[in-house]
């Protein structure tokens, strides 16, 4: 049995105050992620797939519930805390790349590591490492002005991953891909889930996208509605999370 | 329909209007402000100590409206672009592009009335009160200056009429480019950094040959005179402006080149923060610096011209007082000043004439003004000469007789004696028999010194009046002691002093809301970088850290040149002050607290636009 690395029990997330309107974005959720593991999480619009990410991301709090990454709680943690905890246990890849444009691309890479005070000497070949397992070596000292969107999300990835976080966290990363860029991406995520045993947690709404994962949960407001494993080949799986999506719109209605 | 909507996104957008408008009616106020002075002729020549003040002002006029020009003009593109999006949206819609542009230019237009309009009620108000406090403060006292004044009013709505139709009309053409696509997608596009070449390099070195021109036509202004100032204006303006489009950049490429400082904590951020914003604020800085410099430069000249007041009195005079047969009321008042030197000469008063005693004088020699070159000024010395038994001064010519005063004593007996104590009464020197001899009523002259001259004003007037009564003089009546001087120089240099703290304020007001419109009307652009970090993990004491230090780099190039500047520029003053580097560190040291102050409020600003307080 592998240890967990996100153990999220029982979640709530309430929006609005007592006694008025309340809207439940997420109504008990639960579910573990091992290390490891390449999962992704499914939902229609609205389905509270996005404050699960952030509540999993600490960029938000549960009203109720607890998660745990890595070991740690961090419903308990104080603000400064919580952004220590996500600049060294998280990565993240997020839809619109959020590179930062008046840096290189080494420069971004590179900015995780320098915030944790990691020496000069010491940078530079982690960056290299990292550049050379996405292939985007040749690009490091240009702007990302001036790649294309799938280099700029590779250098997304690179950035969410050198600093050996204990899970990665991907918010629709294909998102603004064109077909071949995004397929490019996503044998990247799994060649890395693979070859180096990296976890990762995918939202995405895009059956494609997600056929690229061992396990999908679908939630449905704000509650967990199905999972699945990948059992035979990724066309197969892709097929079955189509016959989820289209089981979700029905019983819906 | 058009016009309905447009104000609909007027409204949403009210925040970054209130900048804007709050921007441009600063700098109207602003330059009305300076044209009350400037423009009123009278005021200025009957107030001012410079000989070619109206050429001064001429010059300042110039500079104040190079400055203007690109603050406009800046603010008008960043008007245009808080509407891009908006009048692409409409075009998109199926609205024309005549339409819009017609809307745009009576949008800058009607923006500027408003402005225009509230920005000289603001600088009718700004001048009658700061002019009311200065007069107040200066004890300055001149019916000349008038903060409503119609000429100013008159230039300074043509001279903005004017600016806002050429922005108006630049805005237009800039709409007319564009394609729809370009207007919708104008917030997304990307900063550019631009490159440098060996182009860069050489404008850099002109710059600097530019500047060193400024300055040395500053330091020599004595011999070019009025081209003096007009190679300076040109040179100066124009290397600041050359400065920081080249020169800036490049030290700040080089700070980044530092491989070991850059990937430590956030500082890459910082940096690239930095250059990116150095780059997009090369004019703006270039405009601050030279409001920093006119700012300080008048502050500096006013105060200057205001310790010239004693550095001249103190050089006019050694001693404080001269005082004859003080009386008891006079010796009390005395009593109170703490005197480092004090001398007594008694004397004889006969029908012949005032006999004093040789040995008083040889014994203890008043100090005497050395006068022999400007270098001397204020230094004294002790009449090196003889002073032979017999020897007179004043008194009918014809009756002279007795040996030839020297020039030393000349003068000293003249200050030990002054004139209005017994008129045009003969002045001898007499040795022990001779005193001894003279038949006639004792008398004593004083002369006191202190350090502090400037602290006991009210004493110094005091006895200059009891003295005015024991001489049985009009009240009226001139009598050139230190203190008379002293008021007549101040009365003669208020009006010098009451501009350049006029000017000074203005200037460092219109240099405040010109450095921070540009700062926060860029913030928004800001706001997602800072989001973006702070998501992967950037703790928010960081965060700050790195504002206060980039915003700090930003706030401290422009200070350190116009600072230069202002220190080579009182150079230009020495013809007529003694010296003008005297304390200048106060005035100095007072812009750098209002400065820093400053700086503060725009990193707080700055933070609230770009990482607002927990939702």
């Known amino acids: 049995m592998k240890t967990p690395v996100v153990e999220v029990s029982n979640v709530k997330k309430v929006y609005g105050k007592a006694g008025e309107n309340q809207s439940y974005a997420l109504n008990g959720v639960s579910f573990t992620i091992h290390e490891g593991e390449f999962v992704g999480i499914m939902g229609p619009s609205g389905s509270g797939k996005t404050t699960l990410l952030n509540v999993i991301s600490t960029l938000d709090q549960a009203t109720e519930g607890m998660v745990r990454i890595a070991g740690s709680d ?6 400064g805390a919580l952004s220590d905890f996500r600049s060294q246990k998280l990565g993240f890849i997020f839809q619109d790349f959020n590179l930062l444009e008046n840096l290189t691309i080494y420069e971004n890479i590179a900015l995780p590591l320098s915030l944790q005070g990691v020496t000069s000497r010491q940078i530079g070949p982690k960056v290299q490492k990292v550049a050379e397992t996405l292939g985007i070596t040749a690009i490091l000292h240009k702007n990302p002005a001036e790649v294309s969107g799938g280099q700029k999300q590779r250098c997304a990835a690179a950035r969410a991953l050198v600093h050996e976080p204990a899970i990665i966290l991907g918010d629709e990363p294909t998102g603004a891909l064109d077909s071949k860029n995004a397929t490019s991406l996503l044998t990247a995520m799994t060649n890395l889930n693979q070859e180096h045993g990296v976890s990762i947690m995918l939202v995405t709404h895009d059956a494609y996208s997600a056929s690229y994962c061992e396990r999908i949960l679908f939630i449905q407001d704000g509650e967990m509605y199905k999972e699945i494993h990948r059992q035979s080949s990724r066309e197969d799986f892709y097929r079955e999370i189509l016959d989820v999506l289209a089981d979700l719109g029905t019983t819906k209605a | 329909m058009l016009f309905k909507l447009s104000m609909s996104g007027l409204r949403s957008k009210y925040k970054d209007y209130i900048v804007l408008l709050a921007g441009l009616v600063m700098s109207i106020s602003i330059f009305y402000m300076f044209q009350t002075l400037a423009m009123n002729k009278a ?37 245009l672009s808080l509407r891009q999006k908006e ?4 075009m998109t819609l199926g609205a024309r592009k005549n339409k819009i542009t017609r809307l745009m230019f009576m949008e800058t237009v009607v923006i500027g009335l408003i402005s225009l309009v509230i920005g000289i ?16 403060e200066l004890e300055f006292n001149s019916d000349g200056y008038h903060a409503l004044y119609l000429p100013s009013l008159i230039v300074t709505a043509i001279f903005f009429t004017a600016l806002f139709l050429i922005s108006a009309i630049m805005n237009t053409i800039k709409m007319l480019r564009v394609t729809v696509l370009q207007l919708v997608h104008a917030d997304v596009q990307t900063d550019k950094i631009a490159k440098r070449g060996k182009k860069t390099v050489f404008a850099a070195i002109l710059s600097i040959i530019l500047l060193l021109i400024g300055y040395a036509s500053m330091i020599f202004m004595t011999y070019l005179q009025q081209l003096g100032v007009i190679i300076a204006l040109i040179t100066i303006t124009s290397g600041t402006y050359l400065l920081f489009m080249t020169f800036l950049p490049l030290i700040i490429l080089a700070m980044k080149r530092n491989k070991k400082r850059i990937e430590k904590g956030l500082n890459a951020f910082t940096y690239a923060q930095l250059n990116f914003r150095i780059n997009s604020l090369t004019k703006v800085l270039a405009t601050v610096t030279m409001l920093i410099a006119l700012s300080a430069g008048s502050i500096t000249a006013g105060m200057s011209f205001k310790n010239n007041i004693m550095i001249m009195v103190d050089g006019a005079d050694y001693y404080d007082v001269t005082l004859h047969n003080p009386t008891k009321a006079e010796k009390e008042l005395l009593a109170s000043i703490p005197f480092t030197e004090q001398k007594e000469y008694r004397y004889k008063v006969s029908d012949k004439g005032i006999y004093y005693l040789k040995d008083d004088l040889m014994n203890h020699p008043p100090r005497i003004m050395i006068r022999a070159s400007k270098e001397d000024f204020g230094k ?11 020897a007179e001064i004043r008194g009918e010519k014809n009756d002279k007789h007795g040996p030839q005063m020297p020039n030393d004593w000349y003068e000293a007996m003249e200050m030990i004696q002054p004139y209005y104590v017994y008129k045009g009464e003969r002045v001898i020197i007499a040795d022990q028999q001779m005193y001894d001899r003279v038949q006639g009523k004792e008398g004593v002259a004083l002369l006191g010194k202190s350090d502090q001259f400037d602290a006991h004003l009210s004493t110094w007037k005091q006895i200059d009046a009891m003295q005015k009564s024991k001489l049985k003089l009009t009240s009226d009546q001139y009598i050139n002691t230190k203190y008379s001087n002293y008021t007549s120089f ?5 009006g010098t002093v009451y501009m350049g703290f006029f000017l000074g304020i203005a200037f ?9 419109f540009k700062i926060l009307t860029g913030a928004s652009k800001d706001i997602h970088r800072y989001e973006m970090l702070r998501k992967i993990g950037v703790r928010r004491e960081l965060l700050m850290k790195s504002m206060y230090k980039e915003l700090f780099y930003v706030f401290l190039f422009p200070a350190i040149i116009g600072i230069i500047h202002v220190l080579i520029g009182m150079e230009m003053f020495s013809f007529i002050l003694v010296h003008p580097y005297f304390r200048v560190w106060l005035p100095i040291l007072i812009f750098l607290v ?13 933070r609230g636009i770009v990482m607002p307080r927990k939702k």
Do not use: H, W
């Open chain 2, 380 to 390: 004294t010395k002790v009449p090196d000469a003889e002073l032979p038994t017999g």
């Open chain 2, 594 to 606: 209002i400065y820093a102050v400053y700086y503060f409020i725009t990193v707080q600003l700055y």
């Open chain 2, 121 to 136: 009620a603001v600088g009718v108000g700004l001048a009658q009160v700061i002019g009311s406090m200065l007069m107040k």
């Open chain 1, 74 to 79: 961090i419903t308990k943690m104080k603000q």
């Open chain 2, 508 to 516: 460092l007001a219109m240099m405040a809301s010109c450095l921070m």
């Open chain 2, 43 to 79: 005021f200025i020549e009957a107030n001012a100590m410079i000989g070619p003040i109206q050429f001064v002002f001429y010059a300042g006029s110039v500079l104040l409206s190079i400055v203007t020009f690109f603050y406009i003009l800046y603010a008008n593109s960043f008007l």
């Open chain 2, 490 to 494: 101040r009365a003669f240099s208020a």
């Open chain 2, 87 to 90: 009048f692409g949206m409409y």
